[in-house]
């Protein structure tokens, strides 16, 4: 088990590493995290919803995605209320208190489910979440030292170098543990370092002389390496740019909404050359993108709201009149529409409000939530899309809304939706306005699509005159995965981490 000091210091990271380490030794391997709290979810193949995290972990791990591999997600709707996803399903929107309640309810949830995985796979690799010396909430706790000592678990405590701290971090989690989770921390992993790592010795020295625990690693801070980041603590860093210089190519504008989901849709426009990505959250920062996005939302209608307190929207409707091109995801693309209706407070105490009227279209949010992986093609090559026509396309729906209008292009054609039939009402998904400038979709991931993506940014360039710089073939996300675990590996101790775990690295299968 991983666990850390503090969010953000690299678990989810660590645990796609050494899931590829352990596959690539030749082991069947498994990621599990019993509680993850993000908005950045995914859809398994039988329509379930799990942390992004957890699915990226698995696909270092070479295996399906699953929702015993994060039985129980929450997903903030506002600042003392979130939605608890239980075994893939909505179960229910809780305040914080009301959520203690359904503690042993969901303990049930993580146990069996980690359960079915250890069954069936020789290695399961769990993440902890934030610190297991929150000491305020160590009584009701479902991820951290109950999870590791239910499984016997050894675990590796690992803190962040780069926010400062660490050896204050790493010791003070140990004082504030009790004696027999004490006992399962087995090595101290130092993440995020920069610079010379002799520096370190007399500090690593001290801190195993203090502790009895070996220190199992220093991994250095990477650049190269490009895999999603699952906090939003990630979007700290507005700015993220491949291109060269001060003057890229394409600017584009992410608005920032406080709820934003699925954040990580937009990682690989960061990785094209030339293309300067922003994330925004005020009319001040806006400038003059070629491009505005608007995310999805957990809470489409109170983000609509903030949008216009913050006087974004007549940015977005300068920018739009400007020749600006805009792109709606998810929440993103009720967004765009004229009128959303929430008759039912499903997403908030707002019946009703006007969108920003860009396409013809009405969202009412009704009925149970839509969770679908889906697999089809470009089939309006037009606009935004121009070049793009019969372009695969991959990715996933999670929304509760329904979306409808007339007189528009639906420019996606959906062929497999893994969980349920195609009907002819839901053959196609999206839409783009006449001129081919303002485009809405529910489906994330379609900038990992590379022919679409590309197809977007040659043809913006060709609207702003300008030329976009040839843009190398971006690595498949398999190889990312080698390159972490080949970084992590040379990192570690990982003949102290087999020896902790008792596992044997020289494990031959064919002999069973």
Known sequence: MIQGTASHVGKSVLVSALCRIFRQDGFRVAPFKAQNMSNNSYVTRDGGEIGRAQAVQAEAAGVEARVEMNPVLLKPEADHIAQVVRMGRPMVSARVRDYFALKAQLWESVHTSLDALRAEYDIVVIEGAGSPAEINLKATEIVNMRVALYAGAPVLLCGDIDRGGVFAALVGTLALLEPEEREVIKAFIINKFRGDASLLT????????????PVAGVVHHYRDIHIPEEDSVALDIPVRSNASGNDPALDIAVVQLPHISNFDDFDPLAREPGVRLRYVTSAAEFGRPDLVILPGSKTTIPDLAWLEAQGLSGEIHRR???GASIIGICGGYQMLGTHLYDPEGIESAVPEMDGLGLLPLTTVFAGSKETHRIRGEVSEGTGLLNGATGAPLTGYEIHMGRTSGEELTAPFRIEDR???????ATTHDGAMDAEGRVLGTYIHGL??????????????ARRKGVNLPDAPQLGAMDGEFDKLA??????????LIYAVTGLDRNFDRAGI
């Open 202 to 213: 007399d500090g690593l020295t001290m801190l195993e002389e203090r502790t009895g625990i």
């Open 320 to 322: 739009h009149q400007e």
């Open 418 to 424: 893994s969980d349920v039939p195609v009907t002819s």
């Open 447 to 460: 900038f990992h699509n590379g022919a679409i993506r590309r197809a977007m940014l040659v043809e913006l």
């Open 486 to 495: 080949d970084w992590v590996r040379g990192s570690l101790d990982m003949d």
